[in-house]
């Protein structure tokens, strides 16, 4: 089955320990997105690629970072969380007209 | 500033009655509408989507008003399953790209069997 999968479920960090989520496709769409989600709020977008191409929310922290080395892959790195980071991690894929598609998230935990 | 709201955090509906989740926003921008629906523990997944050239759109027991006039929309479920019970999220983009989609804070639905 053709899916969109994020590792690891649960990740729990220490406050300003550098952590690194990670999305995985196997749909070779071309866009991915990642959305952060606070309990009972609306997903909130991050960043997305369009192929290569980073686009980043301007009211996205400096604190977030974003990879994409493939197509497949995108990982979304946390230089220093702090304790308002913790939060579900969603990662997405799209391509031309087609809605997104969610793995099933990242909760991460920061002590 | 929420550029789509959806101000029911939770409705409780019978089993094989009407579930009606509303949603509005303020973009009048936004020419494209979807709903999400998520279970505990798992992302989530698309249900129905309308453009903003219709006002209707059908899918089995799903259907999706838009009021463009109004900035309104609203999810119809009929009838309601309680496999149905699940978070319901309202989306927006401003064209069909898709590159850029807004969701509302999630509607919680529980039917009751």
């Known amino acids: 089955d053709a899916m969109v999968i994020q590792n690891p479920r649960y990740q729990v960090t220490q406050f300003g320990k550098p952590v690194t989520l990670s999305c995985s496709q196997t749909l070779n769409h071309n866009v991915m997105y990642w959305y952060q989600q606070k309990s009972s709020q609306a997903p909130k977008l991050l960043f997305h690629y369009y192929d290569k191409d980073f686009n980043n929310e301007a009211d996205t922290p400096d604190n977030f970072q974003s990879r994409r080395p493939n197509t497949s892959f995108c990982f979304l790195d946390i230089r220093s969380p702090g304790l308002g980071d913790a939060a579900m991690y969603l990662c997405?894929?799209?391509?031309?007209?087609?809605?997104?598609?969610f793995g099933n998230g990242t909760r991460l935990t920061v002590t | 500033d929420q550029q789509v709201k959806q101000n029911s955090p939770s409705l409780s509906v019978q089993e094989g009655r009407i579930s009606i989740l509303n949603c509005d926003y303020t973009?009048?921008?936004?020419?494209?509408f979807l709903w999400y629906k998520k279970y505990p523990a798992e992302g989530p997944t698309f249900l129905i989507s309308i453009s903003s050239i219709k006002d209707k759109n059908e899918d089995g027991r799903f259907t999706v008003f838009l009021n463009k006039s109004a900035k309104h929309l609203s999810l119809h479920i009929v009838p309601s399953q309680p496999g149905d019970s699940a978070v319901y999220f309202c989306a927006a983009s401003e064209d069909t790209s898709y590159d850029k989609v807004i969701f509302g804070p999630g509607t919680s639905l529980s039917v009751i069997p």
């Open positions: 997405a894929t799209s391509s031309a007209r087609s809605p997104l598609h």
């Open positions: 973009n009048s921008m936004f020419d494209y």
